[in-house]
């Protein structure tokens, strides 16, 4: 059974960092690309960046270029969402996805998803 497990969301003050880990399990990690998406309150759900089996990096959503980062750790099935200078518009639910490719997850077109964790940017 394929798992994905999003952890390190909360609360934080804008201008503040956190790193989202997704650690993976059920799947063979290390040849899947790897994506964070998120949805705030009353939207859709949006790409935010990926990384391929090989570790490249799709550029990240115009929205949070400079600020987000997105790195994978093969060895520990996990990959992270560094994200610096938060403000109160990152605020939503991230999501962990694994798909084909950088290409496919761009699209928002993935073969697992996980159940989110919640991040609130507010003074």
């Not at 998120?38 to 960046?49: D, I, K, L, T, Y």
């Not at 950088?102 to 919640?118: H, R, S």
């Amino acid at each position: 059974q394929v798992q994905l497990v999003e952890s390190g969301g909360g609360l934080v003050q804008p201008g503040g960092s956190l790193r989202l880990s997704c650690a993976a399990s059920g799947l063979a990690f290390s040849s899947k690309a790897m994506g964070w998406f998120r949805q705030p309150p009353g939207q859709e759900r949006r790409f935010v960046a990926c990384i391929s089996a090989d570790g490249s990096v799709t550029p990240a959503a115009d929205s949070v270029k400079g600020r987000f980062t997105i790195a994978r750790d093969n060895a520990k099935n996990t990959v992270y969402l560094e994200m610096n200078g938060l403000k109160p518009e990152d605020t939503g639910i991230y999501y962990c996805a694994a798909g084909r490719d950088n290409l496919n997850l761009g699209l928002g077109i993935t073969d697992y998803w996980g159940q989110g964790t919640q991040v609130t940017v507010s003074s």
